[in-house]
């Protein structure tokens, strides 16, 4: 789950990470108060869950894919600017009259930055905050990395454009320290990192305390990715925090009820909203028309290639898991056929703890609640197969049946034309 910037310098400040001062605001009034309490020199930044903010551009709903294109195709004249006539979704302001003015081009408009995608994010709230005089940006973040198994520190002196861009032109600008999770943070990584960002002295120092708190925030809070870029020296030489990102491991947010209530579910993909209240919790929304309900990972990875292969697409991934209550089988149909792009469901189920009768019961449920609208290809095996088979017939359920996974793949793709 992902945090907005303000949130995740919040998280960061209390545990000892430099930010600069500042407050979120829903109104341009709002804005303006804090530019005041703040003296009237400051930033204005959009928060919403996507980067490349500075850059990207406001625009109303209708016109979001049109700058989209924009964006992608000519940047040069496009760009969103800080300071400027192009509008973009960070600005800076030297007086609350500005601020206010800032507030009030970038609230209830759509930012649309080449993170976002065409849709675009509609910007509910701006995070106002004191100005920084920048001397020197850099990047900093805290991954948590599956190949080594252990955190990941990164960093660089290009800070304040796309670290991805930066990792394919010169990928030796990135330092890469790996922490030993047994061990903890450790100073040597303090230090080889302020050598390596070419910072001595205070900042150097200063640098330490700020990478050894973020470190801090990253595990106390279960983070997959805590990100700074750009970490700024600024011109009267402190070593703060500009930008933040923060994202915590889904699975774990039970334990942290603090960060579990920032979420911004207008900010997910409405179907994954959905799939999570409806308690289908491995789903993941994706660009085709066939609509997938498979138990386990494995297979349902299996069942996207497969489908790839017959020349489809998948409309997502969904892991049904073990499943022992048909109502969670009428759940999943209810999410995919929630997306207007599906145009054939594959249901491939592999019986073993899971039962192919109750996948049965819960497809003839579906039909009974919900009405199936598309047409539905049935791949079974496995435990109480017999069962399953007898269910489907007594209904007399109107569905394509396949024996291997392949022809079951052609069979959806052919139904889904
Ligand atoms: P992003 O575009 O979504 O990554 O948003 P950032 O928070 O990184 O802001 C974009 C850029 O705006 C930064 O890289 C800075 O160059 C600039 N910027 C943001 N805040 C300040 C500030 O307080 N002072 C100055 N001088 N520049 C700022
Ligand atoms: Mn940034």
């Known amino acids: 789950m992902k945090v907005h910037e303000y949130q995740a310098k919040e998280i960061f400040a209390k545990h000892g990470v430099a930010v600069p001062k500042g407050r ?30 500075g850059k990207g551009r406001l625009v109303n709903e209708d016109e979001t894919s049109s700058m989209y294109e924009n964006l992608t195709n000519d940047p040069d004249n496009y760009s969103g600017q800080v300071v400027g006539d192009r509008v973009g979704g960070v600005r800076l302001a030297n007086s609350v009259d500005e601020a206010e003015q800032a507030a009030d081009a970038i609230l209830g408009k759509f930012l649309v930055s080449i993170q976002t995608g065409t849709a675009g994010k509609l910007v509910k709230n701006v995070l106002v905050e004191e100005q920084s005089a920048v001397a020197n940006e850099m990047y900093l973040a805290i991954i948590m990395d599956g190949v080594e198994a252990a955190p990941l520190i990164m960093a660089s002196t290009e800070g304040g454009q796309e670290i991805e861009e930066v990792a394919r032109r010169d990928p030796d600008a990135i330092v890469r320290i790996p922490v030993n999770p047994a061990a903890g943070y450790e100073s040597y990584i303090s230090r080889t990192l302020a050598n390596r960002l070419g910072l001595s002295g205070q900042q150097a120092v200063d640098l330490g305390v700020l990478v050894q708190s973020l470190y801090d925030a990253s595990l106390a809070n279960d983070a997959s990715q805590a990100e700074i870029n750009p970490l700024v020296v600024t011109e009267d030489g402190r070593v703060i925090a500009l930008d933040a990102k923060f994202s915590v491991d889904d699975n ?14 207008d900010e997910e993909d409405p179907l994954e909203v959905l799939a999570g ?44 898991g073990t499943v022992n209550d048909p109502q969670r089988v009428v759940n999943a149909i209810r999410v995919i056929s929630e997306d207007p792009s599906v145009e054939a469901i594959l249901v491939n189920i592999f019986g073993g703890m899971a039962r192919v009768d109750i996948i049965a019961q819960g497809v003839i449920d579906a039909e009974k609640q919900l009405g199936l609208k598309v047409p539905v290809v049935m791949r079974l095996v496995g435990t109480n197969l017999a069962e399953g088979e007898k269910l489907l017939e007594d209904a007399g359920l109107d569905v394509i049946r396949a024996e291997g996974l392949g022809e079951a793949a052609e069979k959806v793709v052919a139904a889904a034309g």
């Open 277 to 320: 209240d409806l308690g289908v919790s491995n789903f993941i929304k994706l660009d085709g028309n066939i609509g997938c309900i498979v138990n386990g990972a494995g297979l349902a990875m299996a069942t996207m290639d497969t489908i790839k292969l017959a020349g489809g697409e998948p409309a997502n991934f969904l892991d049904i």
């Open 252 to 265: 774990a947010l039970f334990r942290h009820e603090e960060v579990a209530e920032m979420r911004d579910k």
């Open 24 to 53: 979120v605001a829903s109104t341009p009034a709002e804005a303006r108060a804090i530019a005041e309490e703040l003296g009237g020199k400051v930033v204005v930044k959009a928060q919403i869950h996507a980067g490349g903010r």
